[in-house]
């Protein structure tokens, strides 16, 4: 029975825990839909090379081909990878948009077997490679678009890169950064229970590399996630703190530089007196 409400002691973390699906399949039919749109597109170019090699079109289309066509042929492949890229995410996000009106995404716990289970693993897996994609890319602002194209609500001035967010139920604000290799899951498989609940990262927050945010956690404006720490499920961290610990369990204030600066001068100081103290 479904229970948003119902809560879990998690004794460790590890994965996200998404069970083996048929994602190869998935992949194959993307890669499909890509190749298909790229060919379209590329169609009359195609034709035009084979009109120079052969003198003959093996369709009319109104184009002849010129020299130069050959000169342009790099340009083309070099295009045509991003083209390909982009068709593969724009048409997995309308099929990631069709699954969500068959079976909205909702908050809660749920039973493995059940249509929000089936769901879940049919709409990760369908937003898997897009996002895999976009990091590849040699464009700092692709992960970004896949993730909003997605339907991440990501604010202004972003830093995501070198980790995975999952693709629903998650909030970004303003002037964040992410670190290398971070989750953010929204979803977690705990043996045989699916939770879903939505993260919520808000303005100016730092999530530090080789953290996992898991489902639920609130991020107050200004706040940070530490290196190496994962949060518990429904777990806020306060503003203006840095929070550590695995999980999460100890808090301390944010420095300022001048506090650092006086900071570092009374150790320089302390070490000056030890050693002078140990000549004398």
Known sequence: MDNENES????????????????????????????????????????SLYFLLTGNEFYAFGIVGEWYFWLLLPLSIYGNIFLFAFSIMISSAGIFKLLNKLHPPREGVFEK?????????????????????????????????????????????VVA????????????GDFTMTSINICIFSHLIYHDKLIIKKVKIGNECIVGPQTIITPGTIMQDRSV?????????????????????????????IQTLEESIEKADAIKKSDHDLNKGGVN
């Open 113 to 157: 077997g059940s249509k929000d289970w089936k769901y879940m693993h049919r709409r990760f897996w369908i937003a898997y490679f897009p996002i895999w994609l976009a990091r590849a890319l040699p464009l700092p602002w692709a992960d970004i678009f896949v993730y909003r194209l997605f339907g991440v609500h990501i604010g202004k001035n």
């Open 225 to 253: 996630l530490g290196a190496n720490s994962y949060t518990n499920i429904g777990q806020e961290l306060k503003s203006d703190l840095i929070h550590v610990g695995i999980p999460v369990s100890i808090s301390f204030p």
């Open 8 to 47: 879990f002691k998690i004794d460790f973390l590890s994965t996200s825990g998404v069970y083996k699906t048929p994602f190869t399949l998935i992949i194959f039919v993307q890669l499909f839909i890509g190749g298909i749109i790229l060919i379209i597109i590329n169609l009359w170019f195609i034709n």
């Open 161 to 172: 890169y070198e980790g995975y967010i999952d693709p629903e139920f998650v909030e970004i």
